[in-house]
Every structure is written in structure tokens, then in C-alpha cells.
């Protein structure tokens, strides 16, 4: 599909082709260090969901190979959407995960999560786990979390990566090495501060019910639930 020019582009976006899609499946497969990672992401993500009000329609986007299908498809009766802007990913994820998950899919979409081109309202949640860390624009996140609130037709579930921990730290120090060293900072994953992120969420009209942390003051990951006003 070509790409609306109009949109935010961000070159991340760029690196998700069939062999990419391949190796992302396999990389959360391959060592115990990436499979508890999965795990304790996924309970995180599982948390969020219940403070969001067990939402018995969600659109996983970006859905990448279908990391949280199985999770998201523990309630018998939701209908999960799945849409991410590399069809490559999707076709993966189609590929690898078992029938029983897959035959779960109410739909699944190749679209830009800046315009999904989805109908207003569409689902009781958007679910989007692991794109607004590679962000870098604020005008771009609330850009973002604008569309998410308008196919949302109750609450918005968001990771990414905050300050006030030891990971954060970390980065900045690792950030700050490649500064000396004479590299460019890399703005291909960013921590953003919470206090500047939760003024984007007001930015875009969605109010904070609360959030779930992948580890507390240790770890960066963590998952803000939000809610559309009524209108
Ligand atoms: C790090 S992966 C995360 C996938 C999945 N949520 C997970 O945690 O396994 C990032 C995904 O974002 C997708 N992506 C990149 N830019 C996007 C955009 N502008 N709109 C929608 N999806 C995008 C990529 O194709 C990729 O599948």
C-alpha cells in the first residue's frame, strides 16, 4: 500500500520486510531472557486490560506477529482486531501462531497507526504496545493518541518507556556515552519523561484511569490505561 505523505514518517517503519517479521518472531522465541520478558509484558498488558474494564472488543495495534493473541484471546467472548503498518508482520504472526488463536481474529488491517482509515468508535479498546517509544515528536504522539481516541470507543491501552526508574537511568548514561564518543544520540527508541507524556494524553482529550509497570522503579516498560470522555 503506497504511504499517505501527509503522515508523520519514521524510518524504524521502514525495517519491518518479510525477512525483519521472521527474525522478530524467532528473536522473542529464542533465550530464556526474552521469553520471561514476554511473560511479565504480557501479564502487564493483561493488568491493563482488566483496569480497562475486560473490553470485549480491542484492536492490537501495532500488532506486529500476534505477541499478545493468545493473551488477548483468554476471554472467550472478545473480538480482537489486529492491524499494524507492515502487512509482512501480520502475515507472519498469521503464519507461526496456532489456529486456535488465529481463528480469533475478527479482522486484521495493513494501516498507519497515525490514520488507521477504521471507523470511528470501532472498538471498546485500542491496544498498542511497543510503537510510541520509537516516537520521537510530541506532536507526533498526540497526533497518534488523537486517532486512537477516535476509533476508541472507551479506553486506550499505551507502553512505552518512562523516566523515575533504573532503566531510564541507564539509558541516559548509555545516551550520553554515545554523545562522548562523538554519535549521534539515537532517536530510534526514546524514554519519554512521564510528566511530559501525561500532558500530551490531556493534549489528544484522553483522561489517566491509571497504569501497570513492567517492574517498578526498576524497569523503563511501563502500560498507561486511558479513557475516551463520553461525548
Ligand atoms: C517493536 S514492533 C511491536 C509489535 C508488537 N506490538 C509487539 O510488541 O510484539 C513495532 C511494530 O510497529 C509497526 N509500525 C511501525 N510504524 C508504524 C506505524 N506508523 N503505524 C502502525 N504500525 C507501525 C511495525 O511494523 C512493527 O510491527
Known amino acids: 500500500m503506497k504511504e499517505d505523505s501527509r503522515l508523520p514518517h519514521y524510518e524504524f517503519s521502514d525495517k519491518y520486510d518479510p525477512k525483519h517479521a ?6 522473542h522465541h529464542a533465550s530464556l531472557g526474552d521469553r520471561f520478558i514476554t511473560w511479565r509484558e504480557t501479564a502487564m498488558v493483561r493488568e491493563a486490560l482488566v483496569m480497562a474494564g475486560r473490553p470485549s472488543t480491542v ?3 501495532p500488532c506486529g506477529t500476534g505477541r499478545f493473541w493468545a493473551m488477548l484471546a483468554e476471554e472467550p467472548n472478545r473480538r480482537i482486531y489486529a492491524a499494524d503498518n507492515s ?3 501480520i502475515d507472519e504472526g498469521l503464519r507461526m501462531r496456532p489456529p ?3 481463528s480469533r481474529l475478527a479482522g486484521t488491517y495493513q494501516c498507519s497507526a497515525f490514520a488507521t482509515g477504521l471507523p470511528d468508535k470501532f472498538v471498546q479498546c485500542v491496544c498498542s504496545i511497543r510503537l510510541m517509544h520509537h516516537i520521537e515528536k510530541s506532536e507526533d504522539r498526540i497526533l497518534m493518541l488523537k486517532e486512537f481516541a477516535r476509533v476508541s470507543a472507551d479506553t486506550v491501552i499505551v ?3 518512562v523516566d523515575g526508574n533504573l532503566g531510564a537511568w541507564q539509558r541516559a548514561r548509555l545516551e550520553e556515552r554515545r554523545r562522548s564518543a562523538g554519535k549521534t544520540a539515537s532517536v530510534n527508541r526514546l524514554v519519554i519523561p512521564r510528566a511530559q507524556f501525561e500532558r500530551e494524553v490531556a493534549a489528544a482529550g484522553l483522561q489517566i484511569v491509571g497504569h501497570v509497570d513492567f517492574l517498578k522503579r526498576i524497569d523503563k516498560k ?3 490505561v486511558l479513557r475516551v470522555p463520553r461525548s
Open 222 to 224: 511501563r502500560a498507561y
Open 159 to 161: 507502553t512505552l518507556w
Open 59 to 61: 484492536l492490537d495495534l
Open 87 to 89: 502487512q509482512a508482520m
Open 100 to 102: 486456535a488463536v488465529t
Open 22 to 27: 521472521k527474525q522478530y518472531f524467532e528473536k
